[in-house]
């Protein structure tokens, strides 16, 4: 019997959804759709519960001369009706953004797979939780003080100052132990010592752009992109073709993808987006994390979305035969 499908995606994605083939789930409905399953598509604010039940008002999508259509009317239904379900919402991960991870508090795990499941999203900070592997990240800190990031500052010279719930480099500053700003930038960003931020260590290769190292499962890819800064940039800041590049993954890279992996698809974050310079975790994406497809077929000449699906068809199989033992 062929999967239903079901992709949570960003409000912005399904203003654009026709034709974006910048947005990884373009690639992934389309491939869906190509290989007959179901797919339906629906925005966090089409979560709700009702008797103690998750439900969703989705749009069924369909495939159309090579493009992804969507029909307008929607329809509610029980979230575990689906077989499977991609929870891709962009950041930032607000009251909004939580809420509707609260929803899936209310879905059965063991009927319906969930990619990523909303609940480890909610408590997974891509930034924070770079933490949880020591031995692969920048010395870093994670505060509102003002006192303890500038003698972090002063420590290293160079710093990185980041919002812990954003995406796409919004409000990141390289920050150098002789602005004159510093204090200006810091109480601004931690709304006056009240919001913590994460302060990286800066690491010179940043100048050369960081890798994005793609995981499915517990399985690292070996095509990578390399996001490159423009001249006036310190950071990849335009999605952009002349700012990317193909690339390796060196050994260490490899294995410390790998390690990863094998910690985060325990916790159902199966789809996960490493960014990576010198051989350094900077943040661990998995929220809605971009696989750069477009890019990487352009770079390598594959058809990348192929394999990307070999690997999720695989999760969904595992999933079907663990249903299968349990029933």
């Not at 592997?133 to 303890?148: A, D």
């Not at 990849?236 to 993808?257: P, R, V, W």
């Amino acid at each position: 019997m062929q999967k239903n499908i079901l992709f949570i995606i960003d409000d912005i994605e399904l203003k654009y959804f026709e034709f974006n083939d910048l947005v990884t789930n373009f690639w992934l409905i389309k491939e869906f759709l190509k290989r007959d399953y179901t797919v339906s598509i629906a925005i966090k604010s089409d979560l709700y519960t009702e008797n103690q039940k998750a439900y969703v008002l989705s749009k069924k999508s369909y495939l159309k001369e090579e493009n992804i259509f969507y029909e307008k009317e929607r329809t509610k239904k029980l979230i575990n009706d689906f077989d499977v379900v991609f929870f891709r919402p962009d950041p930032p991960v607000d009251i909004n953004y939580i809420n509707a991870c609260y929803v899936f508090d209310y879905v059965d795990k063991n009927k319906t797979l969930l990619i990523n499941d909303p609940t480890e999203v909610k408590n997974f900070n891509e930034k924070f939780h770079i933490n949880y592997f020591p031995e692969f990240v920048p010395e870093n800190i994670v505060t509102s003080s003002l006192e303890t990031i500038i003698n972090f500052i002063e420590k290293h010279k160079e710093a990185i100052l980041k919002p812990l719930n954003n995406c796409f480099g919004n409000s990141v500053y390289y920050m150098k132990n002789t602005d004159k700003n510093l204090v200006t930038i810091i109480t601004n960003m931690t709304d006056k010592g009240k919001t913590p931020v994460m302060v990286q260590k800066y690491l010179p290769e940043a100048k050369d752009g960081d890798k994005r190292v793609l995981i499915i499962g517990e399985n690292v890819l070996d095509e990578c992109i390399q996001k490159l800064p423009p001249d006036n940039n310190f950071k990849f800041a335009i999605h952009s073709d002349k700012y990317f590049k193909g690339c390796q993954l060196t050994q260490n890279e490899k294995f410390m993808a790998e390690k990863i992996a094998q910690t985060l698809s325990k916790k159902g974050l199966f789809l996960v987006g490493l960014d990576v310079i010198s051989e350094k975790v900077i943040e661990i994406n998995v929220t809605s994390p971009c696989y750069f497809i477009r890019e990487i077929n352009q770079h390598y000449g594959i058809n990348f979305e192929n394999k990307i699906m070999m690997h999720l068809e695989k999760l969904i199989e595992n999933h079907s035969k663990r249903q299968t033992v349990c029933l």
